[in-house]
């Protein structure tokens, strides 16, 4: 018996996948493209974590269609992005408090441009992401988390004349 897997039966499977996300969450390309957007408005005025993203993108466009293609990967399962968003976030100066922050503007902008039903599935994906990139970050810097624990990076002593 051929136990090789029939690439049209896989796209069927993803097919279903993302109708059957759809029609119980509502969410679409468009929806995506309005959140994305909606989020990153607030993420580059935001005096946290804006710092973070403006000092290293300058033209936004590319970065905001990776972020369309990635959610609708997280989101509906499509598989249309293709990137490893690991390696680019692990040399970010970021800790658990950039993380809280990003979830708050995420949740805020997910409620207000979202049905109730697509902003709770955007939100239990984004806290999943938020502490698989919090993990990754803390391991890259020499840290290992146990159950519970965040990711706080060592902060400088203020001392005067230094």
Known sequence: MDQTADPQDAAGRRA???????????????MIARLVDGF????RAD??????FNDRISDWGPHLEQMRL????????????H??????????PVDARHFD????????????????????HFIERARRIAESLELGIA???GV????????????EAWSPGG
């Open 47 to 52: 005096p946290v974590i804006g710092p973070v």
């Open 139 to 141: 391991g890259a810097n």
């Open 70 to 81: 990635f959610w609708s990967s997280v989101a509906l399962m499509s598989g249309v992005y």
């Open 101 to 120: 922050r990003w979830l708050e503007l995420f949740e805020a902008t997910a409620r207000e441009l979202c049905p109730p039903a697509a902003a709770d």
């Open 40 to 43: 990153y408005d607030r993420v």
């Open 144 to 155: 290992l988390l146990g159950k519970g624990e965040r990711y706080l990076r060592p902060t």
């Open 83 to 92: 990137g490893r968003p690991m390696p680019k976030h692990l040399p970010l």
């Open 16 to 30: 279903a996948i993302v109708d059957r996300i759809r029609a119980e969450t509502g969410i679409d390309e468009v």
